[in-house]
């Protein structure tokens, strides 16, 4: 499992402490399902929604979802360093408030701050010395998030659900090709003038469709 899938699984983890202690809302959403989704993966949707309120939402979808992938894209330069200076040079003050730009481009600040605590966290486990041999090979060092197939947009109002299949694809610190397994996005967002492509995620979950 790859370092952003395993922060993924984190960060849905976290949105269920916080539903069990009251912290977020169960209510429906003007599009006819819950803020949140069951566990797996679900059936394809039809789309519903306007032309162009389809397209911005699958513009700004995909752009959150390549900022996700950016937080964990580390300097090629960083190879040569231990992993406890690597560590040292990624939750530096500067890291952290690059990474805190660009996930706030696309993401609502709660998401965001669930996404920061558990890029830390994987990657405290990821750059542990005893995986110092491997490293050029398991870090990213670049990529982007590539959609197989849309497989439901359903925008009504200032809120929209997306069903997309698709998968993180890159190169690594020794410049192989790197690609995720499969998986269906679950994303709730927000229309909100002030971020990518007019829309912010406010949830979002991953099912595995790998065989």
Do not use: N
């Amino acid at each position: 499992m790859s370092i952003r899938r395993r922060a993924s699984a984190l960060v849905a983890l976290m949105a269920l402490v916080a539903a069990l202690a009251g912290c977020t809302a169960s209510a429906g959403s003007p599009v006819g399902a819950p803020t949140t989704f069951e566990t797996g993966v679900l059936a394809a949707e039809r789309d519903l929604g306007s032309p162009p309120a389809l397209r911005a939402v699958r513009q700004a979808t995909v752009a959150a979802m390549s900022d996700e992938i950016g937080v964990f894209v580390l300097d090629r330069a960083l190879r040569h360093e231990s992993p406890d200076d690597v560590l040292a040079a990624v939750t530096s003050p500067g890291a952290v408030r690059e990474r805190a730009a660009l996930l706030g481009r696309a993401h609502s600040p709660r998401l965001a701050a669930r996404l920061e605590r558990a890029f830390v966290v994987v990657t405290r486990q990821e750059l542990d010395p005893s995986r110092a041999a491997i490293l050029s090979r398991d870090v990213w060092a670049s990529g982007a998030f590539h959609v197989e197939r849309w497989e439901g947009v359903r925008v009504a109002g200032d809120t929209a659900r997306v069903l997309v299949r698709g998968e993180d694809r890159g190169t690594s610190w020794d410049g192989g090709p790197k690609r995720d397994a499969w998986a269906q996005y679950k994303l709730v967002l927000h229309r909100d003038p002030t971020a990518a492509h007019g829309w912010r995620v406010v949830h979002r979950q991953a099912a595995s469709t790998a065989v």
